[in-house]
């Protein structure tokens, strides 16, 4: 699959402060999660992907188009900032309506454009209100509504969780899925990895400017060997079984919790999984429940983190 976003020794630095420090990676068309921590360069990368600063060195390609030279390229995008940039004297329904202008669009096409994203952010009551008058979380909802008014090809968003209430959250999942399946790649950037992973198992994740990771969760986790894999398993006689579980070579430490869960910590995940069948059909713990502790994004996230 020919890459949608091309990154080659990017590098970006205001003044003293490398803020991307030459980062090469490739996205493919899809979903995509943007990880890492405050200061970790998601969003002077997504900016710079949508053509709103120019690199200090190195090359950034949207469509296989430098953004920043050419519009075409930019007009295919769709970018929701996670700061405000809201115009408080306009409504809702024109500031949409204004960008929509600003991008080509005739002021009749714009109005309805307008309109329609508002309604599918939930914002069509509040269309004629004052920006100045909306809620933090009715803001974030109306940078999306200004994203996605023009159908782009991708969509870049930046936090666009943060200040919704959990409902709405729901609802702007929803509205994700429904964009990409109707065609449209997305790049998003969460601190709330359980979000993220709803949509995809897909990450970059970036640690002070430079790439940390690139792939799927299983793929970038199984290059933690390092890091024992973790399981949870709860049974009503965790201690007999705790007890066999440390004769297997593959298995590092078992931990019995408060609640009487067990922790295991292996180099062999699979050998372990195998292993519980046969534990329990010999040793009747009573087993009720197995977690893999360590295979989502916050984890895999928390690994990187400590490198």
Request: aromatic share 4%; hydrophobic share 45%; charged share 25%.
């Amino acid at each position: 699959m020919s890459a949608l976003i091309e990154a080659n020794s990017l590098c970006r630095w205001f003044g003293q402060v490398m803020a991307l420090n030459d980062l090469s990676v490739s996205i493919a068309p899809g979903i995509t999660g943007l990880l890492g921590a405050n200061g970790a360069g998601k969003t002077t990368f997504m900016r710079l992907l949508c053509g709103l600063q120019r690199p200090s060195s190195g090359s950034v390609r949207v469509f296989g188009a430098d953004p920043f030279t050419q519009l075409d390229a930019r007009r295919r995008i769709g970018y929701s900032p996670a700061d405000d940039g809201l115009y408080d004297d306009l409504s809702g329904a024109a500031f949409v309506k204004y960008t929509l202008e600003l991008s080509g669009f005739e002021r009749r096409v714009a109005a309805r454009l307008a309109m329609d994203a508002l309604d599918r952010v939930g914002l069509a009551d509040a269309a004629q209100q004052r920006a100045g008058t909306y809620s933090k979380g009715m803001r974030q909802r109306l940078r999306m509504a200004q994203a996605i008014a023009h159908t782009p090809e991708l969509l870049v968003l930046d936090e666009p969780m943060d200040g919704l209430d959990p409902l709405v959250r729901v609802q702007l999942l929803e509205l994700l899925r429904g964009l990409a399946a109707a065609g449209s790649s997305i790049l998003i950037s969460t601190h709330i990895f359980t979000e993220v992973e709803a949509l995809t198992d897909r990450m970059v994740v970036l640690g002070r400017g430079r790439l940390l990771a690139c792939g799927s969760v299983a793929e970038v986790r199984a290059l933690q060997s390092q890091h024992p894999r973790k399981l949870r398993v709860h049974a009503r006689n965790p201690r007999s079984l705790a007890r066999e579980l440390l004769l297997l070579p593959q298995v590092v430490a078992v931990r019995v919790e408060d609640d009487g869960a067990l922790q295991i910590e292996t180099r062999d995940l699979r050998a372990v999984e195998l292993a519980l069948p046969e534990l329990a059909r010999s040793l009747r713990p009573g087993i009720t429940a197995v977690e893999c502790l360590d295979a989502g994004m916050d984890a895999v996230f928390g690994y990187l983190a400590e490198a």
